[in-house]
């Protein structure tokens, strides 16, 4: 893999344009970006090969106000969504890299491009088909439904983000595999689906970005949910990246007033309104636009809770996180999950170890006051549930992972400590074995069963 650093980068070209509309750069356009002028052409074309495969997407309030150019290729906003070499495999990136060479044709570029795709593991941990829930016995494909309390919805108006992150696990929605891309025509099977179900008490809306939709389209989907009809679901959250990539979405968008009216109506009728806003790096929290954003939203009464994956090249470290936790804490947010990174898309670039994790976890969170210790993590997204590793210890004088699930699909399986054999290699919960010399895990035979019984269905 070619490494060109440091650059000399080239003055932005001055833009006329208002800053406060949006504009995007995609694969097609990458090269009109200015600030790449400034860099290498093996690293441009290397950016061009990577980008047929993964989704590219850019804006310009990324580009120029996110992004510390000085520091390309490692600066961290730069690494979050810009197409790295590493993010294809070597073999991979050079068969695509001689396709683009030789000029060849647009039907070939893309069947490579299908082809490597599919061995990225488009869809982890079962979403199609064990968490998809019914409607008179008709699969509800915009939405899931895995933990009893919580239904995710994924409004087909929002399956885009104001940009793209290069880890994103959602990937596959974003390459045009209209296969794998979850959708929902109607709020009103949303609503048919959460007036029948008593025990659900959060909806988490989500994409893509549910906030790349207009105020008004929103609105249809929740100001409905006022209703008595709809009384068990207390909290309406919205999980985005808007407050990072876009925050002009608040502040200068046409309908910024007409969405925080949205959530002040919902607030108002006695909703718990949570955005689960997604940082990844406390550069995204250094902008006069991104604090405004944020004092805009917390004036509707919304509370701001804040997620990310922990991610190789961003943020795999404890400084970042600690700062990051204490800047939101001190901006009135509430630090929520540490993620680690799925198993999924650029994985092999993107992953730490999770004994690694575990560390950067503790360290952060020892530096830290109470208040940013609600942040709980590393935690893994996997097909019986979130698991927390909880830490690293000797038991038995065997050195153990020490789990618990945050969320299980059988709720009756959180909260109760297990353990599986150290392994400081192991990067996602597949690779874990049950320490102590057992055979299975304590959930294990169940979940077998769950996925029988969801095939057979
Ligand atoms: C994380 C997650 C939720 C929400 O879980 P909380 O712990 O309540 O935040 C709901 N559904 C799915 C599928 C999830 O992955
Ligand atoms: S904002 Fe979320 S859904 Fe959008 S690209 Fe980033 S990780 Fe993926």
Same mark, same amino acid.
């Given at each position: 893999?070619?490494?060109? =650093?440091?650059?000399?980068?080239?003055?932005?070209?001055?833009?006329?344009?208002?800053?406060?509309?949006?504009?995007?750069? @995609?694969?097609?356009? %990458?090269?009109?970006?200015? &600030?790449?002028?400034?860099?290498?052409?093996?690293?441009? +074309?290397?950016?061009?090969?990577?980008?047929?495969?993964?989704?590219?997407?850019? /804006?310009?309030?990324?580009?120029?106000?996110?992004?510390?150019?000085?520091?390309?290729?490692?600066?961290?906003?730069?690494?979050?969504?810009?197409?790295?070499?590493?993010?294809?495999?070597?073999?991979?990136?050079?068969?695509?890299?001689?396709?683009?060479?030789?000029?060849?044709?647009?039907?070939?570029?893309?069947?490579?491009?299908?082809?490597?795709?599919?061995?990225? /593991?488009?869809?982890? #941990?079962?979403?199609?088909?064990?968490?998809?829930?019914?409607?008179?016995?008709?699969?509800?494909?915009?939405?899931?439904?895995?933990?009893?309390?919580?239904? %995710?919805?994924?409004?087909?108006?929002? &399956?885009?983000?104001?940009?793209?992150?290069?880890?994103?696990?959602?990937?596959?929605? +974003?390459?045009?595999?209209?296969?794998?891309?979850?959708?929902?025509?109607?709020?009103?099977?949303?609503?048919?689906?959460?007036?029948?179900?008593?025990?659900?008490?959060?909806?988490?809306?989500?994409?893509?970005?549910?906030?790349?939709?207009?105020?008004?389209?929103?609105?249809?989907?929740?100001?409905?949910?006022?209703?008595?009809?709809?009384?068990?679901?207390?909290?309406?959250?919205?999980?985005?990246?808007?407050?990072? +990539?876009?925050?002009?979405? $608040?502040?200068?968008?046409?309908?910024?007033?007409?969405?925080?009216?949205?959530?002040?109506? %919902?607030?108002?009728?006695?909703?718990?309104?949570?955005?689960?806003?997604?940082? /990844?790096?406390?550069?995204?929290?250094?902008?006069?636009?991104?604090?405004?954003?944020?004092?805009?939203?917390?004036?509707?009464?919304?509370?701001?809770?804040?997620?990310?994956?922990?991610?190789?090249?961003?943020?795999?470290?404890?400084?970042?996180?600690?700062?990051?936790?204490?800047?939101?804490?001190?901006?009135?947010?509430?630090?929520?999950?540490?993620?680690?990174?799925?198993?999924?898309? #650029?994985?092999?670039?993107?992953?730490?170890?999770?004994?690694?994790?575990?560390?950067?976890?503790?360290?952060?969170?020892?530096?830290?006051?109470?208040?940013?210790?609600?942040?709980?993590?590393? =935690?893994?997204?996997?097909?019986?549930?979130?698991?927390?590793?909880?830490?690293?210890?000797?038991?038995?004088?065997? &050195?153990?992972?020490?789990?618990?699930?945050?969320?299980?699909? /059988?709720?009756?399986?959180?909260?109760?400590?297990?353990? #599986?054999?150290?392994?400081?290699?192991? @990067?996602? $919960?597949?690779?874990?074995?049950?320490?102590?010399?057992?055979?299975?895990? $304590?959930?294990?035979?169940?979940?077998?069963?769950?996925?029988?019984?969801?095939? #057979?269905?």
């Amino acid at each position: 893999m070619p490494s060109f =650093s440091p650059y000399r980068v080239r003055e932005p070209a001055a833009c006329a344009e208002n800053p406060g509309v949006f504009r995007v750069f @995609t694969a097609r356009t %990458l090269e009109q970006i200015p &600030q790449l002028a400034g860099l290498p052409d093996e690293l441009r +074309f290397a950016m061009r090969v990577v980008a047929q495969v993964l989704p590219f997407r850019v /804006n310009r309030y990324v580009i120029d106000e996110l992004i510390d150019w000085s520091r390309v290729p490692d600066d961290p906003i730069f690494q979050l969504t810009f197409p790295q070499p590493g993010m294809l495999r070597p073999d991979d990136f050079v068969r695509m890299a001689d396709l683009l060479r030789r000029g060849a044709d647009a039907e070939a570029v893309s069947a490579l491009a299908r082809e490597l795709r599919e061995r990225l /593991n488009p869809h982890p #941990a079962g979403q199609q088909s064990l968490n998809v829930p019914r409607l008179d016995n008709e699969p509800l494909a915009g939405m899931q439904h895995k933990y009893r309390e919580t239904v %995710l919805f994924f409004p087909s108006q929002g &399956q885009t983000c104001h940009s793209y992150c290069t880890f994103c696990f959602r990937w596959a929605q +974003f390459v045009g595999d209209k296969a794998l891309r979850f959708s929902a025509h109607e709020a009103d099977r949303l609503h048919a689906y959460l007036a029948r179900h008593p025990q659900v008490s959060d909806l988490l809306v989500t994409g893509g970005d549910p906030l790349v939709m207009k105020a008004r389209t929103l609105a249809d989907y929740l100001l409905p949910l006022r209703q008595p009809q709809f009384e068990h679901v207390q909290n309406l959250r919205i999980g985005t990246k808007a407050l990072s +990539f876009w925050p002009h979405r $608040f502040v200068s968008d046409p309908d910024a007033d007409d969405l925080l009216r949205v959530f002040e109506r %919902l607030v108002a009728a006695g909703k718990h309104v949570a955005i689960m806003a997604h940082y /990844n790096h406390w550069q995204e929290l250094e902008t006069a636009t991104a604090r405004e954003a944020l004092r805009r939203v917390r004036d509707t009464g919304v509370v701001i809770r804040t997620q990310s994956p922990l991610v190789a090249h961003i943020n795999d470290s404890a400084d970042v996180w600690a700062r990051l936790w204490r800047t939101q804490v001190r901006l009135g947010l509430v630090p929520y999950y540490m993620f680690v990174e799925r198993d999924t898309g #650029a994985q092999h670039y993107f992953e730490v170890p999770l004994a690694r994790a575990a560390g950067i976890y503790r360290d952060a969170i020892r530096r830290v006051s109470g208040l940013a210790r609600t942040a709980r993590g590393p =935690s893994m997204s996997a097909g019986p549930g979130k698991v927390e590793i909880q830490g690293i210890s000797e038991v038995a004088g065997e &050195q153990v992972f020490q789990l618990r699930f945050l969320q299980g699909r /059988n709720p009756d399986w959180v909260q109760r400590p297990f353990y #599986a054999r150290f392994d400081p290699t192991a @990067t996602w $919960f597949d690779q874990l074995r049950p320490a102590f010399g057992e055979a299975r895990f $304590f959930f294990e035979d169940e979940y077998e069963a769950m996925q029988a019984a969801a095939s #057979a269905a």
